[in-house]
């Protein structure tokens, strides 16, 4: 099955839902999915700034007669949920998690579609895909079953939880809530944001969709190196050493290292699964990964976006100086360097390595952020087997796999407190539409907004379908 075949199965059913999902209440009238994310998106939510679109969104699950529990309404510490039952019900909760926040828009940018615009069937606006429209997708598909589900004989709860600050991580988010919050929420399982259909991104032809449901991440270890010496003075003598001078050279030997390949269970389960669309010597490399890592480890590094699933990296994200002056030869110097490492990973280990490379016992490493140790969560449930299939069903002949995603989100937060946790946006996103996340011009086509929200329903029906048929 070739891309342009997808698309056309993908175009038309998504068009079928679009006739049949409920629309929902918004100011007292009825509102479609892309006219809710219009609005949504107008509200420019950067990090640190999410009440007024947090009142939005809270105000519209409250108009549809969900349970509201706020868990923090400021700036910076917006967070509630809405349920289908009151949380005080006590029943095990899955939850569907977002976040209100987006990264800022970018200064003199050139973007030239205005937030919330509709052009030749995708909506525009930042956050459109991260994390509004994978939000707008969870929001009808709770209210869909709010609405339409059988409540009656429900076991679980069903929430919709949005927080504050996801993409700086910062203390008044998820954190927050699961610090004060998490024994009122009792999560059964966590289903937040994560990857699209794959084979949009990776070179080659496939035969069938290969959806991702991440069930682990790397972990941020956030460092500051600072290098402090006395040679400091004007620029017009250079001394022998001076701080920019000796950090430019360990940096140097910092990055100039490649960083060593690591196979594990999921990273190779990858290539295990691209192996079914190859032939010959490629298929039995892709199947024996381990078996044949001298040949595939130079072919990883050449996509970086892959060779991150494999590797410990080490990205240098700012230089900076204690003198801002051209002719002043500043006495401290630092960089800072966010490292993503692998679950297995021991982290004084690896500081140590990185001590090693930087060969300089004088510069000062500071752990700036850190997250907890976790452990995948596991595939071997009722959970994670109806967001398969329910991702199968809408995509006949795709594939799913469990998939450890490179960059971090609030799912790990749920994960270390050893609560199964799964991250899934259910839809085909063609290469642009990926590309335009945390962009100028992001967008999503409307199309994958009904996949979306039809995928979470079809799962909140297994779960509740399930439960009866045990009970009879």
Known sequence: MNKV????????????????IDKIKYNG??????????????????????????DFLKSICNENGLHISDFGRENGSYNFA?????????????????????????????????????????????????????????LYSVI???????????????????????????????????????????????????????TT??????KYPIFGISVAHK????????????NNGHGSVTPLNYSNKELVTSLNKLTKKKNKAIFNDLNTGLLKALAEHKKGIEKMILKHPKLFKPILIPQLRKQPELFALFSNTI?????????????????????????????????????????????????????????????????????????????????????TLPLMMPNINDLGAFRAKNIPAYASIPVYLNKEEVESIHGENEHISIEALYTGAEVYYNFLSKMQSEHINVSQ
């Open 82 to 138: 809405a349920s289908v039952f009151p949380l005080s019900s006590k029943k095990p909760n899955i939850i569907l998690l977002n976040h209100i926040d987006v990264v800022p828009e970018i200064e003199n940018s050139k973007a030239n579609i205005k937030r919330g615009t509709i052009k030749e069937d995708f909506i525009y606006g930042r956050g459109a895909i991260d994390n509004k429209g994978a939000a707008v997708m969870q």
């Open 144 to 198: 869909q079953f709010f609405n339409n589900g059988d409540l009656k004989n429900s076991e679980y709860n069903i929430t919709f939880l949005s927080v504050s600050c996801e993409e700086t991580q910062c203390d008044g988010g998820v954190k927050f809530v699961i610090d004060h919050y998490l024994e009122q929420l009792n999560p059964a399982v966590i289903i937040g944001e994560g990857p699209s259909e794959l």
């Open 201 to 206: 991104l990776i070179e080659g032809e496939f």
């Open 29 to 54: 009238s009825l509102v479609s999915m892309e006219n809710l994310l219009q609005e949504y998106l107008k509200i420019l939510s950067v990090s640190g700034n999410e009440k007024e679109a947090g």
């Open 315 to 399: 990205t240098l994200t700012n230089l900076y100086t204690n003198s801002d002056a051209y002719n002043e030869i500043a006495s401290k110097s630092g960089a800072f360097v966010d490292c993503r490492l692998l679950p297995d990973t021991d982290e004084k280990e690896f500081l140590e390595l990185l001590k090693k490379r930087l060969n300089n016992d004088a510069i000062k490493i500071t752990v700036i952020n850190q997250m907890p140790e976790t452990v995948p969560s596991v595939i071997d449930n009722v959970f994670y087997k109806n967001l398969s299939s329910s991702i199968i069903d809408k995509f006949p002949k795709s594939t």
């Open 219 to 230: 972990r941020s270890f956030w460092l500051n190196l600072e290098l402090e010496s006395n």
């Open 5 to 20: 075949t997808i698309f056309i199965i993908v175009f038309f059913v998504n068009f079928s839902f679009a006739q049949q």
